[in-house]
């Protein structure tokens, strides 16, 4: 019955949310071809539910010549890839918009964990103990909003493993409000290799 109630919801909310944010869809469209030569969208490869591949969708903020499959935290001197609407689009979350086509078309929900890259081996591992691969993977999730890119591996697992235990619309409805805090907030954000390092000095150091 929650399946059922979480996909009519998904359906109708990604629906609604195509028409209601066209405007805004096509502002940034201009934004971003305006500012950088390449492809609007990004399309990435990703794990869906029980481990299938997908390509998710989310506007392009880095040039066409960065490293391919790496997670940005990972980059070493990020800045120089991200693009100037890039930034923009990535501190407000914005870049993640055209995953609504995603939720609509089935193969992401707007709450579960986000889904990992094909290639990042250990975090689907982890999560394979917390049956937090048999869940569809969402927009936003447990993890997003206590952490982000902050969370060492295993944390990020564990509380994807907790939103797999108390899934249902209470929880839902905890992470979508818990989402829009932390956007505003802008919680949780590391770009690069060097400023994950940073953070952790800084947190040795108290």
């Not at 903020?61 to 890039?86: A, E, F, N, S």
Request: with cysteine; aromatic share 8%.
């Amino acid at each position: 019955m929650y399946d059922k109630l979480k996909r009519a919801v998904d359906l109708w909310l990604s629906g609604a949310g195509m028409l209601i944010l066209a405007p805004a869809f096509i502002a940034l469209v201009i934004a971003i071809k305006l500012d950088s030569k390449g492809p609007i969208f990004f399309k990435q490869k990703r794990v869906g539910l029980h481990k299938k591949h997908f390509n998710i969708l989310k506007f392009r903020t880095m040039r066409i010549d960065t490293p391919k499959d790496m997670p940005t935290h990972l980059l070493k001197g990020p800045d120089q890839y991200i693009t100037k609407v890039g930034k923009f689009l990535r501190k407000t979350s914005l870049d993640e918009l055209p995953q609504i086509f995603n939720i609509f078309r089935g193969d992401m929900s707007i709450v579960g964990p986000r889904p990992a890259l094909w290639n990042q081996y250990d975090l689907i591992e982890e999560r394979e103990k917390y049956k937090a691969n048999d869940v569809m993977p969402g927009l936003t999730g447990w993890a997003q909003i206590n952490g982000r890119d902050e969370l060492p591996i295993d944390i990020k697992s564990q509380l994807d493993g907790e939103y797999v235990k108390k899934r249902g619309i209470r929880m839902d409805v905890k992470c979508f409000i818990g989402t829009f805090v932390s956007v505003l907030k802008s919680e949780g954000v590391v770009e690069g290799e060097i400023k994950q390092q940073e953070r952790e000095k800084e947190s040795s150091s108290l």
